[in-house]
T-cell receptor, first 112, second 116 residues
Framework: AQSVTQLGSHVSVSEGALVLLRCNYSSSVPPYLFWYVQYPNQGLQLLLKYTTGATLVKGINGFEAEFKKSETSFHLTKPSAHMSDAAEYFCAVTGTGNQFYFGTGTSLTVIP | DTEVTQTPKHLVMGMTNKKSLKCEQHMGHRAMYWYKQKAKKPPELMFVYSYEKLSINESVPSRFSPECPNSSLLNLHLHALQPEDSALYLC???????????????FGQGTRLTVV
């Protein structure tokens, strides 16, 4: 079985500060992990994904995430927050079936 | 073309109406999904089609009826809905081959459904 846990349903950062959104996973098979972003009244947009290979993954809009097997984590970071980063962020994992398992989401607020 | 297109964007329907949501993709994806999303919550899986066959039904009430006419289209037929069914309905697709490729899902912009 696969699942993800997002720690912190709300995160606030100042503009220009580091963004850190936490995600831990549980998987009985090698996981494929994803971060999605959702702006109000919109669909989900893929930020980045980890499948195999390099554990540091770079995505769009300056975001990156590091797969740490020993910590079962896949935290999302961005060195400098921008006002346009304010959105809902979802971590997801997929196994060998056709399902994606989403975390409960983290709402990011950027303070000017 | 990396888009999943959903129509309509907004829908208001009465509890006795019948309506349909449509979803289209031209990426050659063979897995297509319907999700329901309430405000401030993650998407909840409703249905999965794999190679045009229904592979997963997450115990969704029969007032929701999915249909996959071909590999590019996915419909969700709605009948006798309740006000609590008001939500954002998201369609997604992914490249899933029979070998078990676990590619990412691409999402449409959703249909905002209000049941009155």
């Amino acid at each position: 079985a696969q699942s993800v846990t997002q720690l912190g349903s709300h995160v606030s950062v100042s503009e220009g500060a580091l963004v850190l959104l936490r995600c831990n996973y549980s998987s009985s098979v090698p996981p494929y992990l994803f971060w999605y972003v959702q702006y109000p009244n919109q669909g989900l947009q893929l930020l980045l994904k980890y499948t195999t290979g390099a554990t540091l993954v770079k995505g769009i809009n300056g975001f990156e995430a590091e797969f740490k097997k020993s910590e079962t984590s896949f935290h999302l970071t961005k060195p400098s927050a921008h006002m346009s980063d304010a959105a809902e962020y979802f971590c997801a994992v997929t196994g060998t079936g056709n399902q994606f398992y989403f975390g409960t989401g983290t709402s990011l607020t950027v303070i000017p | 073309d990396t888009e999943v297109t959903q129509t309509p964007k907004h829908l208001v329907m009465g509890m006795t109406n019948k309506k349909s949501l449509k979803c289209e993709q031209h990426m050659g994806h063979r897995a297509m999904y319907w999700y329901k999303q309430k405000a401030k919550k993650p998407p909840e899986l409703m249905f999965v089609y794999s190679y045009e066959k229904l592979s997963i039904n997450e115990s969704v009430p029969s007032r929701f009826s999915p249909e996959c006419p071909n590999s590019s289209l996915l419909n969700l037929h709605l009948h006798a809905l309740q006000p609590e069914d008001s939500a954002l309905y998201l369609c997604a697709s992914s490249l899933r081959d029979r070998g078990g490729s676990r590619a990412e899902a691409f999402f449409g912009q959703g249909t905002r459904l209000t049941v009155v």
